[in-house]
């Protein structure tokens, strides 16, 4: 169901609103501090903890991986039929965002907290402790469900100015971005200094009590300040934020919102490609990093061109939506970086130094990578920014075909196929691991030479095969041009009308 076309003023009425800034700059700067506390954490050392720190064994890691992914899916869809039937005073979205602050804190804290009270031997095996281990997990999927499936909501709604929002995700990147990736990389270089240094060196580490109990309470601090402090940040959001693209006052059914989402022909093909995206299995760069080149901070050291270029890459993002389609940025941001890590692959199998494989010589490596993470960065701009509007876009496609939001359903939606996949992908990779030799309890750079290559494959070559097929939808999206605009300027005129009969029925309440 689409509206009647707009008459000439207001196409133009449509036209000028482009120019009004809603959010303010206490807003933004809210804004701001919350796409920091996204990631202003050490959770990329995540899969460094459970293995080396709690010592959690791979199949029980597989069967919480399974776990976790089914019940993610499950409590998605009550999550999404609860936000979207939420009606309050203080909108939809926002008494979420408060609810959600400090049992999500609060969460993340234990979680870091685990070494306290395992001590320095890990679970293993014992199945007492893991079970306190998978609980405490179950919950904190719950809790970022919820945020994730309301952030998204928030931000569709915070601006009814598709200019306005993409200027706020714009600045929301490119300034989180100085401060973000602080822990993680203080992070890496207190496991290098600390790994590397000549006490611990003497104590012959690997089975040491005392280093052991040490290396432990690094992680303990810093998950646990930096859960603090993004927690701080996120409340501090929650009670600036503003709704501003009205809800219909009638609460969509459940059907009706799967309905919404069914008919959404972008959503549809974003969920259809991240789908196919999610068959790609990687076993991540950090535990190729520290198990064979022994560098925690090679992702840092790589990336100092980089850091450089991508806070650049967002001056150009306005250009390239006038001088591109949404379509040819998607895919761009999309698969730039699997065409570079393919050279990254073949800089590891066939250059040899000293006798020893390039992927196992940080001669080879830390150039391949740097010269892949600073040609990325060129695009990362258009990774961050493009894909965020698109979601927000067909949201808004929703409303135009329906005549009602459905943000909380569109967003689960979108992630459900992936979810499923990733499931079973979560279930599949530590199994990997452990068939090409992968042993949690081996001292840093002590792995065998089959899981040792294993390790660099699965982070390069590996992904880029199995996640390819994602490409294919994205050649059919059409949700750009004379489309596009038409869509927004008859919402513009649907939302100005619908605020007039609102103002109208306030306006005759109070003269009674």
């Known amino acids: 169901m689409s509206a009647e076309p707009t008459n000439v003023s207001t196409a133009e009425e449509a036209k000028r609103n482009l120019n009004r800034r809603y959010v ?61 039937k939420t009606r309050t005073r203080w909108g939809k979205f926002k008494p979420w965002l408060v609810i959600y602050a400090i049992p999500g804190v609060f969460i993340t804290v234990l979680f870091w907290a685990l070494p306290l009270f395992y001590g320095t031997q890990g679970i293993g095996s014992n199945m007492s402790r893991f079970s306190i281990f998978l609980v405490l997990q179950i919950f904190s999927n719950l809790a970022s469900s919820l945020i994730a499936i309301v952030r998204q909501g928030m931000t569709s709604t915070i601006t009814p100015n598709i200019v306005d929002r993409t200027r706020l995700i714009t600045m929301a990147n490119l300034l989180s971005g ?69 809800q219909t006052i009638e609460r969509p059914s459940i059907l009706s919102g799967i309905r919404s989402v069914i008919t959404n022909k972008p959503l549809l093909l974003i969920t259809l490609s991240e789908f196919l995206g999610a068959f790609s299995l990687n076993s991540g760069t950090n535990l190729y990093y520290i198990n064979v080149l022994n560098l925690a901070s090679m992702s840092t050291i790589v990336g100092i061109p980089g850091a450089v270029v991508s806070p650049l890459s967002y001056s150009y993002v306005p250009w390239a939506r006038k001088r591109f389609s949404t379509k040819a940025l998607w895919i761009a941001g999309s698969h730039v970086d699997s065409v570079l890590m393919l050279g990254v692959y073949a800089a590891g199998e066939l250059i040899n130094v000293g006798g020893k494989k390039g992927y196992e010589n940080l001669a080879v490596m830390i150039p391949a990578f740097m010269l892949r993470e600073t040609i990325w960065m060129f695009f990362w701009g258009i990774k961050k920014v493009i894909p965020e ?16 939001r459905t943000e909380g359903m569109t967003g689960v939606a979108k992630g459900l196929v992936t979810k499923m996949v990733n499931t079973v992908k979560n279930f599949v990779q530590p199994l990997l691991l452990k068939q090409f030799g992968y042993d949690p309890n081996a001292s840093i750079g002590n792995q065998e030479v089959k899981a040792r290559h294993a390790l660099f494959w699965m982070c390069t070559l590996l992904p880029v095969v199995t996640g390819i097929l994602s490409i294919v939808p994205q050649l059919f999206y059409d949700l750009q041009g004379e489309k596009r605009e038409r869509m927004y300027r008859e919402l513009y005129e649907r939302r100005k009308l619908m605020q007039e009969t609102v103002d109208n029925q306030n306006a005759n309440i109070s003269n009674n």
């Open 178 to 246: 100085f401060v973000e990736k602080a822990p993680e990389i203080l992070m890496g270089l207190l496991i290098d200094i600390y790994i590397n240094s000549p006490k611990n060196q003497a104590l012959e580490i690997v089975n040491n009590t005392a280093w052991q109990s040490g290396y432990n309470k690094m992680f303990v601090m810093g998950g646990v300040i930096t859960a603090v402090v993004s927690g701080l940040f996120a409340l501090f959001y929650a009670f600036v934020a503003k709704e501003r693209v009205m």
């Open 389 to 404: 509007e698109m979601r927000n876009e067909a949201i808004d496609y929703g409303e135009w075909k329906n005549g009602f």
């Open 24 to 84: 303010g700059t206490k807003e933004t700067f809210a804004y701001i501090l919350d796409d920091i506390a996204q990631s202003f954490n050490i959770g990329k050392y995540d899969d460094i903890f459970k293995m080396n720190i709690l010592k959690i064994d791979l199949v029980l890691q597989s069967l919480t991986n399974g776990v976790i992914g089914i019940w993610d899916i499950v409590n998605d869809l009550f999550l999404a039929a609860i936000v979207d």
